[in-house]
C-alpha cells in the first residue's frame, strides 16, 4: 500500500510499504476513506517532538472495516468507523483512573517509537489497536468530514473546554483559531456562554469562528484591552489557549477573572515563561493535555443529533500523494489560507 512517511526533519515521502496485519486478537485493518493532517503531524515533521523517523504519519482517520480479530465483537466488517488518536486499553491502573490519553500499553498513532510504535492514519490502509473500545462507528448522515473532526481535532478542543468551562452563562475567550481552536470555540456553544470571543489576526479565520458560534472576535497582537472592555473589566471566565506562544498564554493568564479557568491546548515551540505568582495571587486554575480522548462518543452524539457541525473547518483536499507538497507549504508559509485539509489516499 501506498503511505506517507516522516523520512527525517523537515521531510515526508509517499512510499510502497507492507499492508497492516492483524497483529492482536483486538486489532482491526481499516481502509482509509480519509485523513488529515494535523498541527502536531507539523511538529513531527520538524524534528522537534520524536528522534525516531521512517514510520508513517497521521492519527486523524475514517475509514470502514476490512478485518477484524477474533476478539472484536461489537462492529463488522465494512462499518464505516473513525478513531481515537491515542489508542488506549481500557483495562491499565491509568485507564481505569479515567486517564486515557496516559494509558500504560497506548501511545499516538503515526508518532514514532516515542509514542508507542503505532503506524498512522495517511496511508491506504491502517491497523486500529483495542479496537473494541477504540473505535467509534460513524452514522450515515455523519459526513466523512464531522468523522475526522472526531479523530483529533474536536475531542481535543472538547477537553480543553470541559476542564475550563465549569457552567452555562460563562465568558469564555478562544485564543488561536487554527483547526483546534475554532473546534474548541465550537464545542464550545453546547455550554451555551454569555460571551464567546474568538481571537486570532486572520481575519479569514475570525469570520470562521463568528459562523461557528462566537460572539466577539479580536485580531489585535495583544487583545488584553479589548478584554476588558468585552467583560466590562471582569475579566474572562475561562481562557482556551491555542496558539502555544508565550504572548497569547501571557495574555490569557492577564485577562482571567479571579478564580478563573485556562485550558492550554497549544505546542509551543520553545519553553514559555510563566508567572505563577500572578496565578496564586488570583487563584487561577491551569490544565495542560494533548487529546482527551474520552469524550469521543459524546461528541459524536452532539454531531449526530445536529448540535455540532464541525465541517465548515475543512477547506481544503489533496491526494495523499500531494500531501508531502502540502506539510511544506504548511510548514513554511503564513498565507496558504488552509484552516484543515482533507487528505484522500
Known amino acids: 500500500m501506498k503511505a506517507l512517511i516522516y523520512t527525517g526533519p523537515g521531510e515526508t515521502e509517499v512510499q510502497e510499504v507492507p499492508d ?14 480519509a485523513t488529515s493532517i494535523c498541527g502536531s503531524d507539523l511538529h513531527v515533521v520538524s524534528g522537534d517532538l520524536v528522534p525516531d523517523s521512517g514510520f508513517v504519519l497521521g492519527h486523524e482517520m475514517v475509514g470502514r472495516i476490512r478485518e477484524l480479530g477474533s476478539a472484536v465483537k461489537n462492529f463488522s466488517v465494512g462499518d464505516r468507523v473513525t478513531v481515537s488518536p491515542a489508542p488506549y486499553c481500557g483495562a491499565c491502573s491509568r485507564c481505569r483512573r479515567g ?48 468523522a475526522l473532526a472526531i479523530s483529533d481535532a474536536l475531542t481535543t478542543g472538547a477537553g480543553g473546554v470541559t476542564k475550563a468551562v465549569t457552567q452555562q452563562g460563562r465568558t469564555v475567550a478562544v485564543f488561536g483559531c487554527g483547526p483546534v481552536g475554532l473546534s474548541a470555540l465550537h ?10 470571543i474568538a481571537i486570532d489576526p486572520v481575519p479569514e479565520r475570525l469570520e470562521l469562528a463568528r459562523k461557528l458560534g462566537a460572539t466577539d472576535l479580536i485580531s489585535a497582537a495583544d487583545p488584553r484591552e479589548e478584554l476588558q472592555r468585552i467583560t ?18 501571557q495574555a490569557a493568564i492577564d485577562s482571567l477573572a479571579p478564580e478563573g479557568f485556562l485550558s492550554i491546548l497549544g505546542i509551543p515551540h520553545k519553553p514559555v515563561s510563566f508567572d505563577i505568582a500572578a496565578a496564586l495571587r488570583y487563584g487561577l486554575n491551569l ?11 459524546t461528541v459524536m452524539d452532539y454531531i449526530a443529533d445536529g448540535l455540532l457541525d464541525p465541517d465548515p473547518i475543512f477547506n481544503h483536499e489533496v491526494t495523499l500523494d500531494e500531501a508531502p507538497a502540502l506539510i511544506k507549504t504548511l510548514m513554511t508559509s503564513r498565507d496558504h489560507g488552509v484552516v484543515k485539509a482533507v487528505v484522500k489516499p
Open 20 to 33: 497492516p496485519v492483524i497483529q492482536e486478537p483486538t486489532d482491526a485493518i481499516v481502509d482509509v476513506i
Open 187 to 196: 464545542y464550545a456553544t453546547i455550554w451555551k456562554p454569555a460571551k464567546l
Open 99 to 146: 486517564h486515557f490519553a496516559h494509558c500504560e500499553f497506548g501511545g499516538v498513532y503515526g508518532s514514532g517509537e516515542t509514542y508507542g510504535g503505532f503506524a498512522g492514519s495517511h496511508a491506504e490502509q491502517m491497523r486500529i489497536a483495542f479496537a473494541a473500545r477504540d473505535m467509534i462507528r460513524v452514522p450515515d448522515h455523519v459526513s466523512d468530514q464531522s
Open 287 to 297: 490544565w495542560t493535555g494533548l487529546a482527551d480522548v474520552g469524550p469521543a462518543q
Open 232 to 249: 466590562g473589566g471582569a475579566g474572562l471566565d475561562a481562557a482556551i489557549d491555542c496558539a502555544g506562544v508565550e504572548a497569547t498564554f
